[in-house]
């Protein structure tokens, strides 16, 4: 299980949040709304390890987070923004890198299979450049889903996805939930949190 105990991040003399805690369970989704600037995508990064509290505990499996250990590497996936790509590889090349990066024995099957689970089959070939920016979401997301993951570290994972590709999203998180993968997410979409949250976190009545 994921557990925050007494979270506390500030920059400078700005508290962003102070004193959270709260659980996670295996095969579990928590959902954290609320207004822009409210410190979501920070908690976010904090449980994720690109960034540390101030004060308090993040622990997963009952380790501390800790983004430099090969172990929890092997258990956190995340989509924070729209991550870097290789200009010169072909989407479905990235994403095998990304796959042989991480273990996979089988890099192409595997790329393979994502693509055509994010709905960029047709677009293998592409260069990432020439995707559109919903495209390029789904491909943030295929990079998470062909890495082993206990847990699933989502910022705002609809932005610029349509109306399909927000119902193939709520469709591939709950199928995560049922692998008994942990989801903690950004979401300004009231729809996918009521599809994949068993609990929400409300950013805007943080302690502060």
Known sequence: ML????????FGSLTVFGGINFRVDEGSACAIVGSNGSGKTTLLRCIA???RLDEGTISLFG??????SPVFRTRVASVLDDRGTFPHLSVSEHLQLVAAAHGARNSFEVAT???????L???ADQLPVTLSS??????????AFVRPRKMLVLDEPEQRLDAAGKKWLASALVRE???GCIIVMASHDRALVDAVADTTMDGDVWPR
């Open 121 to 123: 089959g047709r677009a």
């Open 177 to 179: 939930k049922q692998s």
């Open 63 to 68: 380790d501390n987070v800790d983004e430099s």
């Open 49 to 51: 390890g690109a960034d």
């Open 3 to 10: 557990v925050i105990t007494n979270a506390t991040r500030r």
């Open 134 to 143: 919903g495209q390029k979401r789904r491909l943030a997301l295929g990079s």
């Open 113 to 119: 299979e994502i693509l055509e689970a994010v709905g």
